[in-house]
C-alpha cells in the first residue's frame, strides 16, 4: 500500500528565511506527487505536481519541489517565505495503481511564519 | 476559474441523524471523490465516483454512508445515522480523468453532538 511520511510536525521559520519541508513516500512504481495547502479554515489549494519528465517542478507563489527517485523523496522548497505562507502543506501521492483513484495524504506540516 | 463548491459550510447535527453534504464539482470533470480530515490528523480517501457508480472506497465508508449524483451539476455524500466520531471536515474533489489533478472544494465542517 502506499504511504507518505511527512516527519516535521510543525516548522517555524522567520520571514524572508527560506524553507524546505520534507515528504518521503513508498510507492511500487513511478507516483504522480503533488503539494497542497490549506490555510486555516480553508480548503485544500494544489502547490504544485510531478506527474513525469523534468523532476524540479515549479508551482504557484514561488513554490518548487524536486522529485528524487532514489530517496522516494519530493521535498517542497522556497526561497524566501513571507507571512502570507503560514498554513499547513500536505503532500500526497496517487493514484494508487490500475483502476485506484484515491489520493494518499501525509499527515501535513504546519508552518508558522515570525515576522 | 472555475471551481468546486460545498454547502454548507458547516453543519451541526445530533448523533443519529441524518445529514446530507452537497457539492458541485467542476462542470466538465467526471471524476468525483469525498475525503475527509478529522481535526488535527491526515486527509483520508472515502469514495471516487465515475459514471454514475462507486469506483473505489475506503474502509471508512461503511453502510452509514452512500453517495448521489442526483442531477448534472451536484454530487452529494449522505450520513444516515451519524455517530460523534463522524464529525470532520468533509472535502469533495473532482478531476477530468484518472490520475489527473484532483480539485477540491473548500469543505463541509460536520460536528454530531
Known amino acids: 500500500a502506499q504511504s507518505v511520511t511527512q516527519p516535521d510536525i510543525h516548522i517555524t521559520v522567520s520571514e524572508g528565511a527560506s524553507l524546505e519541508l520534507r515528504c518521503n513516500y513508498s510507492?511500487?512504481?513511478?507516483?504522480?506527487l503533488f503539494w497542497y495547502v490549506q490555510s486555516p479554515g480553508q480548503g485544500l489549494q494544489l502547490l504544485l505536481k510531478y506527474f513525469s519528465g523534468d523532476t524540479l517542478v515549479q508551482g504557484i507563489k514561488g513554490f518548487e519541489a524536486e522529485f528524487k527517485r532514489s530517496q522516494s523523496s519530493f521535498n517542497l522548497r522556497k526561497p524566501s517565505v513571507h507571512w502570507s505562507d503560514a498554513a499547513e502543506y500536505f503532500c500526497a501521492v496517487g493514484p494508487s495503481g490500475a483502476g485506484s483513484y484515491q489520493l494518499t495524504f501525509g499527515k501535513g506540516t504546519k508552518l508558522s511564519v515570525i515576522p | 476559474e472555475p471551481e468546486v463548491t460545498q454547502t454548507p459550510s458547516h453543519q451541526v447535527t445530533q448523533m443519529g441523524q441524518e445529514v446530507i453534504l452537497r457539492c458541485v464539482p467542476i462542470s466538465n470533470h467526471l471524476y468525483f471523490y469525498w475525503y475527509r480530515q478529522i481535526l488535527g490528523q491526515k486527509v483520508e480517501f472515502l469514495v471516487s465516483f465515475y459514471n454514475n457508480e462507486i469506483s473505489e472506497k475506503s474502509e471508512i465508508f461503511d453502510d452509514q454512508f452512500s453517495v448521489e449524483r442526483p442531477d448534472g451539476s451536484n454530487f452529494t455524500l449522505k450520513i444516515r445515522s451519524t455517530k460523534l466520531e463522524d464529525s470532520a471536515m468533509y472535502f469533495c474533489a473532482s478531476n477530468t480523468n484518472l490520475g489527473e489533478t484532483q480539485y477540491f472544494g473548500p469543505g463541509t465542517r460536520l460536528l454530531v453532538l
Open positions: 510507492y511500487g512504481a513511478t507516483p504522480y
